[in-house]
């Protein structure tokens, strides 16, 4: 039976909550907004849930077990159903506007309404992905892509599979908007070819910790390197006034969407300093955030939804001073305790928890740590 940790299911609902927030948009956000340089909480939760594909997968694979291909697809298809889902729920708004008093205003879902046939398939097909709708659609292409990886890692071909992914992300670095902004075709805020090195580097260190190989040693020397890095990172983001070749060019490469070298120095730069926080037993062991962390697909698809229908009243909101936009911020953090408890809800009313016995197909522990 592989056992949960407790300390990454905490980081992930930390990393949820973050996620709402800053949607959401308000006072909090000045705190939770990159408050550590060029580091947002997308970064953290994709590479932690392909760690977590390593962790699992890796354990598979050390034992012997297959990974069948139908597991996989099942997976992949389980978050294309949220996917759908979740859209599914965002239009309903559009059906009933007179009951939302011609509020409902939704710029990206137009497309949909203008020209439905089209833009469903192409949504559908993964190829047109609205505001805050294009994070699923990378999970969905990269758990395959992963489980590949990981096999290729487990014969020996780790310099080759990171390799290539290296040269994805430097192909990513040019500009393809000529690609992607063709009629309706819209792949969202993410470049795949860049972002792709956060799942297979993700799944390496999984893998690899699973195995009991140390990358990087847990050293107070580099945890002090790291340290000074993250405070230059910070004081180049927020530093007024400051000006040079090198703080010019750190701002100029650090861009979110194509993962931009410095941006990703400064993920992995953070991500050791809170590796070497768990592995030392310090992190916070708070039970309600990892009970929001255990229930990520759930919680995160909700989030969406939660994020569309406060944008139509958010102006009000904001009008209101301080304390509303503060409140606003709160509840909607509070409301993603919801599809968690809905979710356990549903695994002990329908899913009765069964022998975790070694068998060829995944377990439902193994099932439930992926999440």
Request: glycine fraction near 8%; hydrophobic fraction near 50%.
């Amino acid at each position: 039976m592989i056992k949960r940790n407790n300390s990454l299911d905490v980081l992930r609902g930390i990393l949820l909550i973050i996620i709402t927030v800053n949607h959401i948009g308000g006072p909090l956000s000045r705190f939770t907004f990159q408050p550590m340089g060029f580091v947002s909480a997308a970064e953290g939760f994709i590479f932690l849930s392909r760690y977590v594909l390593g962790l699992v997968f890796g354990k598979r694979l050390l034992e012997g077990r297959e990974m069948e291909l139908a597991t996989i697809l099942k997976r992949s298809l389980k978050i294309y159903g949220y996917h759908v889902i979740t859209l599914l729920i965002l239009l309903i708004p559009f059906c009933f506007d007179h009951l939302f008093l011609g509020k409902w205003q939704s710029p990206e879902l137009i497309p949909l309404i203008e020209n439905p046939r089209i833009a469903s398939t192409a949504y559908f097909l993964l190829l047109f992905q609205p505001e805050h709708l294009d994070i699923l659609p990378m999970y969905i292409l990269f758990i395959p892509i992963g489980i590949i990886a990981l096999k290729a890692f487990s014969r020996g071909k780790k310099i080759l599979v990171l390799g290539l992914s290296l040269l994805l992300w430097i192909f990513g670095q040019f500009e393809l908007s000529s690609i992607t902004g063709l009629g309706q075709i819209r792949l969202g805020f993410f470049n795949l070819f860049g972002w792709q090195i956060l799942f297979i580097t993700g799944c390496f260190l999984g893998y690899s910790r699973t195995l009991g190989i140390k990358i990087i040693p847990k050293t107070k020397v580099i945890l002090a390197c790291t340290l000074i890095l993250l405070f230059c990172f910070a004081i180049v983001r927020y530093g007024t006034g400051l000006e040079g070749w090198l703080i010019n060019s750190v701002r100029s490469f650090s861009e979110k969407s194509n993962l931009q070298i410095f941006r990703l120095i400064n993920f992995f730069v953070l991500a050791y300093i809170i590796g070497f926080i768990i592995d030392s037993g310090h992190f916070p062991k708070s039970k309600p955030l990892a009970f929001i962390g255990r229930h990520s697909l759930q919680v995160f698809a909700f989030q969406i939804v939660l994020v569309y229908c406060y944008t139509p009243v958010r102006e009000e909101i904001h009008s209101m001073g301080f304390y509303p936009k503060l409140a606003g911020q709160l509840l909607c953090a509070l409301l993603l305790f919801v599809p968690a408890l809905m979710h356990k809800y549903y695994i002990n009313t329908f899913r009765p928890v069964k022998s975790y016995s070694s068998t060829k197909n995944i377990t439902l522990a193994e099932q439930e740590i992926l999440k």
